[in-house]
């Protein structure tokens, strides 16, 4: 099963070869499968603003047909303007039509149809128009039904399986908390930890929430009822105590100032977090310096930092101190 990042990729290709090629995105609830949506029509060169998202049970299906008026005794539909903006001579855009599983039978009939012939009974789609849909499993008793056979036959059906590598290098680039990147990597399994039987879960979706919506200086209590309420009690209680933990990891302008000297802590927690944060914050002046820190820890936090670091840093490559690195560490790429 190909991760997010692979998925996106593959998508993005074949929809580039071929405008009626339609990616259907299935996977647990919260795992990144809309944003993956964006990026895809991003990767597509599809301008935001002819991006649209549609959630297909937020509508009747008249909706998408159009609604029927008669002039001089003749029905005529009058197009939707969401569908109108994507008719021929409009040029590129991009169709998501979310939850596409949880719809009934009269929106995937009308589905169907509307891929397999691009039209509707007022206009055309324009011929670099994409669509790509997402929904969630069954299994995941959220509403989601077997498609219809015709329409699973219009579709490329791809299950998505979450990375915690792909969720790391996101979380970098749109600037999340590193401590909270540090506690994921120290608990993998609780990134998509998704069970239907379960009023809340641990999702990518919920953390990304709890790390950028939850006051970081609320009272502990407070804190910790914020963090269950999103994530569920289990995860919650155990990222609320981790945080707390991850307060004893050192200064880093002190880390960089005295790398041989500044100490290196024990806890594994603390550890992640260390190697998280400088990363994230690496530059040509101190990568020497974190280096020389970095070689004091354990090898498998080394290759956390460095990991990080080629991918969003990767100028630091042609640095002397990357060299001298990568030649005593070089086993680890054999």
Not at 235 to 256: C, L, Q, S, V, Y
Request: overall charge negative; proline content about 7%.
């Amino acid at each position: 099963m190909p991760s997010l990042n692979d998925t996106k990729t593959l998508c993005a290709a074949i929809m580039e070869r071929k405008a009626t090629a339609i990616p259907l995105l299935l996977g647990k609830p919260g795992c990144g499968k809309s944003d993956a949506c964006f990026q895809i029509g991003e990767a597509l060169g599809i301008p935001a603003e002819r991006t649209l998202r549609v959630h297909i049970n937020n509508h009747d299906v008249v909706d998408f047909t159009g609604v029927p008026s008669v002039t001089d005794g003749i029905t005529r539909f009058n197009p939707p303007a969401m569908f109108q903006q994507f008719a021929e001579g409009s040029g590129k855009g991009l169709i998501i039509l979310e939850e596409l599983p949880q719809s009934s039978i009269q929106h995937q009939t009308w589905a169907a149809g509307f891929m397999l012939d691009r039209e509707t009974s007022s206009f055309k789609l324009d011929p670099e128009v994409r669509i790509i849909a997402t929904g969630n499993r069954v299994e995941d008793k959220a509403g989601a039904k077997p498609l219809l056979s015709h329409l699973s036959d219009r579709l490329y059906t791809l299950q998505v399986e979450t990375s915690l590598d792909d969720w790391c290098n996101w979380a970098i680039q749109n600037e999340i908390d590193p401590l909270g990147i540090a506690f994921l990597r120290f608990r993998p399994e609780l990134l998509n930890d998704f069970d239907p039987l379960r009023p809340i879960n641990p999702t990518q979706r919920s953390w990304v929430k709890v790390f950028t919506e939850i006051p970081t200086d609320l009272p502990p209590h407070l804190y910790l009822a914020a963090c269950e309420a999103k994530v569920g009690e289990g995860a919650g209680a155990e990222w609320a105590g981790t945080r707390e933990i991850m307060a004893e990891m050192p200064n880093i302008d002190a880390i960089r100032s005295n790398p041989t000297g500044t100490p290196v802590p024990t806890k594994p927690a603390v550890l992640y977090a260390v190697a998280s944060a400088l990363s994230t914050t690496a530059t040509v002046e101190g990568f020497e310096a974190d280096l020389t820190y970095m070689d004091r820890l354990p090898r498998e936090f080394q290759m956390v930092y460095m990991s990080d670091v080629v991918n969003h840093h990767p100028h630091l490559q042609t640095t002397k101190a990357f060299a001298n690195w990568a030649v005593l560490n070089q086993d680890l790429f054999a």
